[in-house]
């Protein structure tokens, strides 16, 4: 019966947001189409702004503000000398077009780096270093459009590559790295709309809360990141939406990537639509983003002169090793052979952080347990080189995976590299390392450029791509003969000499029958290795921590942060809550289905209620 009624309710809401949809949006949509807008080009510019608007935005109306400041054009050529300054327009309706409406953001990024090299090429401007302003999903299409960039090379889109060597800066307005708060509600209005119009669903799903696709776009812009400065611009004031009331679009946990190296965060003033325009020059919001520009605007001009630096240098070495391959001989004099070998003598190992899960913000407590796996894993003598290998241990539902996740986020800055490995099976760890080894390759190749090791990167190129000719991201039919090569080039490179601060986290080693992680353990003496698994008798080869249960203050503190409720000491809300985590044997898996079961259904008696379906419904609640 709650069922039916919430399903008609459902309805209602649908049927009322289409019948105030059923008028054509007041805003026009002329303009909507591809195209790089030229704003502002003194004959003497010496850098070049590129602006990107966000879902729903338009290249001149997304950066308007209610009294008709464009301040890309009015106020930043201002403030900022000699810029160049761009606005680059895609159309990224969600509904509303008169036909349908296909493109994705791979495809937004992928015409944003088509037309800016062209333009760049074209006016012989393409080593001028480059600043990109993301606002909202356009931040999305910066960071696809870098990546784009990257997988160019000599003699395959050369001009591509060199918008992303050009990059000294990125600025991300209210991006949404981890999806927005609002979508829910964009999707029913949608939903309601086509009803009227075309729409493009590919981008709403894009950006949904804990959407697959942009934890896997986080997990391949990690590699190149740090090439860039960075800032982080976050909203502070909730914006109305209707139906849903007030509400922060992008929250700062998903406008902000935690740990991101070469990065900085800053708050504005502004709702989700005003963070991206000023009516003034003495806009608070303003002031803030200009002047970091200009201060970025000063430094990023001897990176990118680096960039390209090493970029000319890695380019004659390849056509160098190149007419080696065709002759059959050396063609280098001493002079280069040596320069070679003292560029690929340091290789630089800063992978950064590579997984594909999100940060938990709901994570509390565990501080015990933590900090005997720092003391186990960072030991007290920085002389001691061993790989430290640490297994924690404990029964299903205790929150292992969790603690592992906490751990590796919270220790980007105390390792160069940190990979997550799915142990449950041979298939999973395989995809995994395959991921951990192109991130890898695309580190060394785009970033190290000049200071890799041939040898070692042609191995993992191999291994990623046994033939040379099949597509990048194909998968191979032999797993164990797969897993076998692939765990070869992975622990080569963790052996690597110079290579010593890096950190494995394998997860869910169940079954080393099924997969066995020892294979993946270089003959090296550093590194460390994190293991989670239900097994004790693993701890009996490695040092062993047992995760217990959660104490009662920290299973109560979780409950109420993952059913958005709070209540104080003694009340009969936190004696209820008392009752239930005791219920739940004080199981974080088990208290988190349970806070976001009680989170959307809000009923009046939300912990009692609870216990009740608890008692009468078990093994559904608990599924």
Not at 374 to 387: A, K, P, T, V
Not at 430 to 439: A, D, F, W
Not at 555 to 570: P, V
Request: neutral net charge.
């Amino acid at each position: 019966m709650k069922f039916a009624k919430f399903i008609s309710f459902l309805v209602g809401l649908c049927c009322a947001v289409a019948q105030e949809l059923r008028q054509p949006p007041a805003e026009n949509h002329e303009g909507h189409g591809r195209s790089l807008h030229l704003l502002v080009n003194p004959a003497d510019a010496d850098i070049d702004i590129v602006a990107v608007h966000g879902l729903d935005g338009h290249w001149k109306n997304s950066w308007t503000a209610e009294n008709g400041l464009f301040w890309l054009q009015d106020l930043l050529p201002l403030v900022l000398p000699n810029p160049r300054i761009f606005s680059f327009g895609h159309d990224s309706r969600t509904r509303g077009a008169d036909k349908p409406l296909t493109q994705d953001i791979p495809d937004h990024a992928k015409d944003l780096v088509w037309l800016l090299s062209n333009e760049r090429l074209l006016t012989n401007t393409e080593t001028r270093p480059l600043i990109f302003i993301g606002h909202s999903l356009g931040g999305l299409v910066v960071k696809s459009a870098l990546l784009t960039s990257d997988q160019a090379g000599v003699g395959h889109l050369e001009r591509h590559k060199y918008i992303k060597i050009s990059t000294g800066g990125v600025f991300y307005l209210a991006t949404p790295h981890q999806g927005g708060q609002g979508v829910s509600l964009a999707q029913i209005v949608t939903r309601a709309y086509s009803v009227f119009s075309y729409t493009n669903p590919k981008l709403l799903a894009k950006i949904a809360p804990n959407s697959e696709w942009l934890q896997s776009l986080q997990s391949s812009y990690n590699s190149i990141s740090h090439q860039f400065d960075t800032t982080f611009f976050y909203e502070t004031w909730p914006m109305t939406v209707p139906l849903l009331g007030r509400l922060l679009v992008v929250p700062k946990f998903s406008a902000v990537v935690p740990g991101a190296r070469n990065a900085e965060e800053a708050n504005l003033a502004a709702d989700h639509k005003t963070i991206s325009k000023y009516f003034g020059a003495d806009d608070p919001n303003f002031k803030a983003v200009s002047g970091r520009l200009q201060v970025l605007a000063r430094d990023v001009k001897q990176r990118v002169h680096q960039s390209w630096d090493h970029w000319r240098k890695q380019k004659q070495l390849d056509i160098q090793r190149h007419l080696v391959e065709l002759q059959g001989r050396s063609p280098l004099d001493d002079a280069t052979r040596q320069s070679t070998q003292s560029l690929e003598s340091q290789v630089d190992f800063r992978v950064g952080l590579v997984m594909n899960q999100m940060r938990n913000r709901q994570f509390v407590g565990r501080k015990r347990v933590l900090a005997r796996m720092d003391e186990s894993l960072q030991g007290n003598d920085s002389q001691n080189l061993e790989i430290r290998v640490m297994v924690l241990f404990g029964t299903g539902g205790v929150g292992k995976t969790q603690i592992a996740f906490h751990y590796a986020h919270q220790s980007t800055s105390r390792y160069d590299s940190v990979f997550w490995i799915d142990g449950a099976s041979l298939a999973t760890a395989t995809e995994s390392i395959r991921q951990c080894l192109e991130s890898i390759k695309s580190h060394h190749e785009s970033f190290a450029g000049s200071k890799s090791d041939s040898r070692l990167l042609e191995m993992i190129r191999k291994a990623i791509q046994p033939d040379g000719i099949k597509d990048f991201f194909r998968k191979q039919t032999d797993t164990v003969e797969n897993f076998h090569c692939l765990s070869r080039a992975f622990a080569a490179w963790l052996a690597f000499p110079g290579n010593t601060r890096w950190l494995i986290v394998i997860d869910n080693v169940d079954d080393p029958e099924v997969f066995d992680f020892r294979v993946i353990l270089p003959a090296a003496q550093a590194g460390a290795v994190l293991v989670t698994s239900r097994r004790q008798d693993l701890s009996l080869m490695w040092d062993g921590i047992e995760v217990p249960s959660m104490e009662e203050e920290e299973a109560i503190e979780l409950l109420e942060a993952s059913s958005k409720l709070s209540f104080q000491l003694g009340t009969e809300g936190w004696i209820a809550a008392q009752r239930l985590v005791q219920t739940l044997g004080y199981l974080p898996l088990a208290i988190v289905q349970a806070g976001s079961f009680i989170a959307v259904q809000r009923p009046r008696n939300p912990f009692s209620s609870y216990l009740e379906l608890l008692t009468e419904h078990p093994a559904e609640l608990l599924n």
